[in-house]
C-alpha cells in the first residue's frame, strides 16, 4: 500500500494519522482561510483501534499515513466520536478495507451513521462512563450530547493521559506542524477563538457544564487530540481556560459597528458612532459587510458587548448582507450583549426598524433611540450618530464596572 504520507507519533501508544486539507475554505458558512484538518488517531494497543475517520476525499491519505505504521487490515476496533461527514464520510469504505471486529460509538452516533450510510451492519453503542478494554489499555467514553451534535462524545485513553476531544478544541487551521507548541500563539488563540465563536457559541451554557463534569471526573489529561488543527501537548490547560472564558460571554468595552452601505451614506453614519464609541473610551471595531465574512463578525463579538448594527433600506427590506449576518448571528445565540440599530434610506425605511427586531428577538439591550434618516446624513444626523456612540460607550462602562 502507498506510504507517501506518514503517521506522527503523538505519545506512547497513540500516533496521528489524519489529513491535512490545504484547500478548504467555507466550512458550512465559516471562512476557513486557513484551511484545514480532519484528525484521526491509531491507538497501539493489543487490540489496535482507529478513533474517527476523515473526509471522503482524504481517504486515501488516511490509510497511507496507517500503513506507515501497520497494516490497516490489522485494526480491530473503530471508534467514532462523532459522525459529522469531516469525520465519518470515508467510514463505510474504511469498514470495507479493514474489516474490524467491531465499530463504537455513542448510543446517537450509532443511529447517526447508520442514517447517513444506510448501512446493514452493526454500530454498537456505548454510554456514558462506558469503558473498551484495547487488552493493555483501557478506553473510556464520555458523553458531551450537542458538543455540539446529539452523538457527540470524547474518548479517554488513561494510559497516555489523553483526551480524544473530537470536535471541542479544535480549530480550522492547516499546517504542517502537529501540535500547538509549534504554531505562533497568536494564531492558535485566534483560530480556537473563531471556532468556538462560529461552531460552539449557540451551547456555551453546555461547555460550562461540562468543564466542570470533566474536572469532577479528576481526569488528568496531560494531552488533548481534537478532530481539526493541532494536538495540545504542553499547558492544556490554556485552551481549557480559554474555554471557561468565553462560554460565559463576559462583556468587554469592545463595540462593534456592523453595516453595509449602498451610497456612503450608511458608512458616514457608522464612521460617526465609532468616533463617539472611542471618544468615550470604548474599543471601536467596525465591520463593512462589503469586506467582511460573517463568521469574522461572530469571531469578534465573542469578547464584545455591543452590537450596532446599521442598513440601507433596499426593496423595503434590510440589505441583503445585513440580512445574512444576523440571521447568522441569530443562530449563534450570543449573550449579554447591549446595541442599535441605524442606516439611510430612500423612499422606505423600513431597514433598521426590521433590524431592532431582529436585535429584540437576539435579547439585545437597546441603548439610546435607534437613527434613520433620509438619503445623505446632514451634521446634525452625524452629531446624533456620534452621540450615540458615546451613549453605547458609557452604558458598557456601566456594565463591565460591574462585572
Request: charged content about 25%.
Amino acid at each position: 500500500m502507498n506510504e507517501q504520507f506518514k503517521a506522527v507519533r503523538v505519545s506512547e501508544h497513540v500516533y496521528w494519522v489524519g489529513a491535512v486539507d490545504w484547500a478548504v475554505r467555507d466550512f458550512h458558512g465559516y471562512s476557513t482561510d486557513r484551511g484545514s484538518s480532519y484528525n484521526a488517531y491509531l491507538v497501539m494497543a493489543d487490540a489496535v483501534t482507529l478513533i474517527d475517520t476523515v473526509k471522503a476525499p482524504f481517504k486515501n491519505e488516511l490509510l497511507s499515513r496507517i500503513a506507515s505504521v501497520i497494516d490497516p487490515r490489522d485494526i480491530r476496533y473503530i471508534v467514532s466520536n462523532h459522525s459529522e461527514m469531516d469525520h465519518s464520510g470515508c467510514l463505510a469504505d474504511i469498514w470495507d478495507i479493514v474489516r474490524p471486529e467491531k465499530v463504537f460509538a455513542s448510543v446517537m452516533g450509532a443511529k447517526a451513521l447508520l442514517e447517513h450510510f444506510h448501512l446493514d451492519r452493526e454500530i454498537v453503542p456505548v454510554k456514558d462512563g462506558e469503558s473498551l478494554s484495547l487488552g493493555n489499555v483501557e478506553l473510556r467514553f464520555i458523553e458531551t450530547r450537542m458538543l455540539h451534535w446529539p452523538d457527540s462524545m470524547f474518548t479517554y485513553l488513561g494510559e497516555d493521559q489523553l483526551l480524544f476531544s473530537q470536535d471541542a478544541f479544535g480549530m480550522h487551521l492547516a499546517s504542517g506542524e502537529r501540535f500547538a507548541d509549534e504554531i505562533d500563539d497568536g494564531v492558535l488563540e485566534y483560530e480556537a477563538a473563531k471556532y468556538y465563536a462560529n461552531i460552539l457559541l449557540p451551547y456555551s451554557p453546555l461547555v460550562a457544564k461540562l468543564l466542570a463534569r470533566v474536572d469532577s471526573l479528576g481526569l488528568t489529561i496531560e494531552t488533548i487530540g481534537p478532530d481539526h488543527g493541532p494536538i495540545w501537548r504542553k499547558d492544556v490547560q490554556r485552551i481549557v481556560d480559554w474555554y471557561a472564558r468565553w462560554c460565559v460571554q463576559k462583556p468587554t468595552l469592545k463595540a462593534l459597528v456592523v453595516y453595509d452601505t449602498m451610497w456612503q451614506s450608511t458608512a458616514a453614519m457608522a464612521r460617526a458612532i465609532g468616533e463617539g464609541l472611542v471618544e468615550s473610551g470604548a474599543s471601536a471595531r467596525l465591520m463593512p459587510l462589503a469586506s467582511t465574512h460573517r463568521s469574522q463578525v461572530a469571531t469578534e463579538i465573542l469578547d464584545a458587548g455591543a452590537l450596532i448594527v446599521g442598513t440601507p433600506t433596499l426593496n423595503n427590506n434590510i440589505f441583503p448582507t445585513v440580512a445574512d449576518v444576523l440571521t447568522y448571528l441569530k443562530g449563534l445565540r450570543p449573550r449579554n450583549l447591549i446595541g442599535a440599530a441605524f442606516g439611510s434610506y430612500g423612499w422606505s425605511g423600513d431597514g433598521v426598524a426590521q433590524v431592532r427586531d431582529a436585535l429584540n428577538q437576539m435579547k439585545i439591550e437597546p441603548i439610546g433611540e435607534d437613527i434613520k434618516i433620509k438619503y445623505v446624513p446632514d451634521d446634525e444626523t452625524l452629531a446624533r450618530c456620534r452621540s450615540l456612540g458615546k451613549l453605547v460607550a458609557e452604558r458598557l462602562e456601566e456594565i463591565c464596572a460591574h462585572e
